[in-house]
């Protein structure tokens, strides 16, 4: 995996960084109840901090090759929501990312995401 510090190091822009790298955020908050409002994941590294009974977040647009870090602190399990209608996770419509875990979301196509979940700690 690339190493922020080092691309930068080697001469490339700030935005050409986080393209090769990808880039993080803290304090997300899970929301909604469906795939319609749940929280839309902008990040390729995602922190979960609050998680409401039921809520969830979503995944950006399906593209081949893509993959979504994403760890769960909140105070309860999110559902996890591909962003179209016509994409799924592991077959089905969403995953779930229960309290104290981390899931590893990736696209083996421009329809299909499957995961890889385990504790945070």
């Not at 609050?50 to 399990?77: D, R």
Request: hydrophobic fraction near 35%; aromatic fraction near 4%.
């Amino acid at each position: 995996m690339s190493i922020p510090s080092r691309v930068l190091g080697s001469g490339m822009s700030q935005l050409s960084t986080v393209s090769i790298c990808g880039d993080g955020v803290d304090d997300v908050v899970a929301a909604g109840t469906s795939a319609g409002n749940a929280t839309q994941l902008t990040h390729v590294y995602n922190s979960i901090d609050t998680a409401p009974v039921g809520s969830g977040v979503k995944l950006p647009p399906t593209e081949m090759g893509e993959i979504i870090f994403i760890t769960n602190s909140g105070a309860n399990s999110i559902k996890v929501y591909p962003h179209e209608s016509t994409s799924v996770i592991n077959q089905i419509a969403n995953a779930e990312c229960k309290k104290d875990h981390s899931i590893i979301c990736w696209a083996v196509s421009n329809t299909m995401w499957y995961t890889l979940t385990g504790t945070k700690v």
